[in-house]
Each structure stands twice: as C-alpha cells, then as structure tokens.
T-cell receptor, first 113, second 112 residues
Framework: DSGVTQTPKHLITATGQRVTLRCSPRSGDLSVYWYQQSLDQGLQFLIQYYNGEERAKGNILERFSAQQFPDLHSELNLSSLELGDSALYFC????????????FGNGTRLTVT | GQQLNQSPQSMFIQEGEDVSMNCTSS?????WLWYKQDPGEGPVLLIA?????ELTSNGRLTAQFGITRKDSFLNISASIPSDVGIYFC????????????FGTGTSLTVIP
C-alpha cells in the first residue's frame, strides 16, 4: 500500500459530462502529481501541485483543471468529456518537488460512453 | 511532452533467467526511477537513483544511473513468475518545472 488514496476507483459517464477525481497524498507529502494512462500507453504527466500551488504543467487539456486544497488533498476536474478521455488517471505524491520519488495511488478508471 | 525511449518493448523469458532493460533520453536527468505496474494497479516504486554512476540494488533488482545522465538500466536476476508486469523508467528534469517523464514501458512475461 503506497499510502496514496484515490476515489472513486471506477467512473462511468456519458460524453459532455463533468467528473471530479479525488486524491489524498501520503501523510507528510506536500507535492501531488496527476497522470493519465490510456490503453497500452505510458504515463502522461498532466499537472503538479506543491503545498497548494501549481508547480508544473504538462499535457493537460483546457477542459481539465485541478487544485490542491489546504489539507493537501487534490481534485482533478474533467469537463465536456469525450470518448478519448477514457483512461486510467493516477495521482502520485512526493515529499518535496525535487529529488523525491513519486508514490502512486491505484488510479481511477474513467469510462466515457 | 518529452518521452523516454525504453527497450525492449516486451520480453518473454524462462523462469530463472536474468533480465535487462534500459531507458535512454536526449536530455540530461537529475533523478532516475524504476517502477513496476501490475494490471489495474498503480506503479510501484522499485529503485530510485540520484547520482550519475550510482548503482543500487533492491533484492534481485539492480539499477544504474548512467554516467552521461541520459540513460539508466534495470537488471532482474533469477526471474520468478511474480516478476511479470510492466516496468517503467522515469526521469526527473528540472528544465521545465521538474517534471517526471516516463518511458513507454517494458512488458515482462516469465514462463514457468
């Protein structure tokens, strides 16, 4: 158990809808990362937060947004969903934003129908 | 975004054999990480490397941070069936906000 908690485990929704994925980092970790993994694909970095502030941005679509709250949990909001957004979404956390390994949650599997 | 070249893409080996895989990049990285992912689960950290030339072991696993800082290697000795899974390398770059870039993965199948 990595200590990173993601909810829900599965989400099935229709195109055009909006969903929120939630992540609680490991105790003591200040940095949260979001990754997308499509079928048979590697992990694509979306966004990173450190202690509530956005730290780095990757290939995150404008329809997607995220935030990290004062209690350090993070939410990833996906809106105007398209079929191609179906994927596994992983949250990872680390103690510090640099030189600190990532610990992953078990992901949220999003299916858009 | 940047992606690391990981090879081989897949491996089919007999139980007991040794395994080698590697990752290369056109950019210099400050940190190299190796992960294993089982189906439907999140990647699990195997080994973290922080210094060029560093060689680190974790049980039957050994990884090295390349001297050029553009590559890393993972070796698994005496493979067992539970080694089956997808192995990812990840490199940390500080060039654009210290992102972790992931390799495309090596799928390992161990034949008993």
């Amino acid at each position: 158990d990595s200590g990173v908690t993601q909810t829900p485990k599965h989400l099935i929704t229709a195109t055009g809808q909006r969903v929120t994925l939630r992540c609680s980092p490991r105790s003591g970790d200040l940095s949260v990362y979001w990754y997308q993994q499509s079928l048979d694909q590697g992990l694509q970095f979306l966004i990173q937060y450190y202690n509530g502030e956005e730290r780095a941005k990757g290939n995150i679509l404008e329809r997607f947004s995220a935030q990290q709250f004062p209690d350090l949990h993070s939410e990833l909001n996906l809106s105007s969903l398209e079929l191609g957004d179906s994927a596994l979404y992983f949250c990872a956390s680390s103690v510090a934003p640099l030189f600190s390994p990532l610990h992953f949650g078990n992901g949220t599997r999003l299916t858009v129908t | 975004g940047q992606q690391l070249n990981q090879s081989p893409q897949s491996m089919f080996i007999q139980e007991g054999e040794d395994v080698s895989m590697n990752c290369t990049s056109s950019s210099i990285f400050n940190t190299w990480l190796w992960y294993k992912q089982d189906p439907g689960e999140g990647p699990v950290l195997l080994i973290a490397l922080y210094k060029a030339g560093e060689l680190t072991s974790n049980g039957r696993l050994t990884a090295q941070f390349g001297i050029t800082r553009k590559d890393s290697f993972l070796n698994i000795s005496a493979s067992i069936p539970s080694d089956v899974g997808i192995y990812f390398c990840a490199g940390e770059s500080r060039g654009t906000g210290n992102q972790f870039y992931f390799g495309t993965g090596t799928s390992l199948t161990v034949i008993p």
